[in-house]
């Protein structure tokens, strides 16, 4: 197991177009979540899974942002008519579903508006 | 999640210990003390976590004040490959899961 893996590493895109980030997240892990961390700060949580099932999400996503996780195991994030402010890294990460809940990130996707 | 606060930087000299300070006065009975790191262009990653009661690791030491309004993270020897930003969170009992970060510590290694 090499860890949390997240594909693509770098996205540019052009304002008005749709972005799609997918996550692997450790296998045996069955909580998933998403970040997203600008220049400069911490990062900031969007959304999480356990299993397939969304249990939170952040009002810091909108609409056009959807998280999905079809069968327990991938993610993927989209982001529709992408925006200059969407610019950012966008992390994931993965932990069990009993405490501590120890977190383990993946090297994040980042993605550039033009 | 209760707010920490952490000094913005600090500098240290390799192979010396480390003490970076968190307060967190408005912590609750329930809230566990987590501190992750994040190394340059990287991800952040698991350091340590308590709740009343010191505790070790092979990274790391975690000294948390007896009322709990603060804690120090403690790098016993610090190495270049220190340098990261440290963040110190709070996060209560529940299953909530998620993590709020703060601006965390920027910490500088000296050779």
Request: aromatic fraction near 8%; charged fraction near 20%; glycine fraction near 8%.
């Amino acid at each position: 197991d090499t860890g949390v893996s997240q594909d693509p590493r770098h996205k540019i895109t052009k304002r008005g177009q749709n972005v799609t980030f997918r996550c692997d997240p450790i296998s045996e892990h069955n909580r998933l979540y998403w970040y997203r961390q600008t220049l400069g700060q911490g990062p900031e949580f969007l959304t999480y899974f356990q299993n397939e099932a969304q249990l939170e999400k952040s009002r810091l996503l909108s609409d056009r942002f959807s998280a999905e996780r079809p069968k327990g195991s991938f993610s993927t994030l989209e982001i529709q008519r992408t925006e200059q402010g969407d610019s950012a890294m966008y992390l994931c990460a993965s932990s069990q579903g009993i405490p501590p809940y120890e977190q383990y990130f993946g090297p994040g996707t980042r993605l550039t508006v033009t | 999640d209760a707010k920490t606060t952490q000094p913005n930087s600090m500098e240290s000299n390799e192979e010396e210990p480390v003490h970076l300070p968190c307060n967190h006065s408005t912590i609750s009975g329930t809230d566990y003390i987590h501190w992750y790191r994040q190394l340059p262009s990287q991800g952040p990653e698991y350091v340590i976590h308590g709740l009343t009661s010191n505790v070790n690791n092979r990274m790391a030491s975690l000294a948390i004040a007896e009322d709990r309004k603060s804690s120090t993270l403690i790098l016993h020897r610090a190495t270049l490959r220190d340098a990261a930003v440290y963040y110190c969170i709070l996060r209560d009992g529940s299953n909530t899961g998620k993590l709020i970060f703060g601006q965390g510590t920027t910490l500088q290694v000296k050779p």
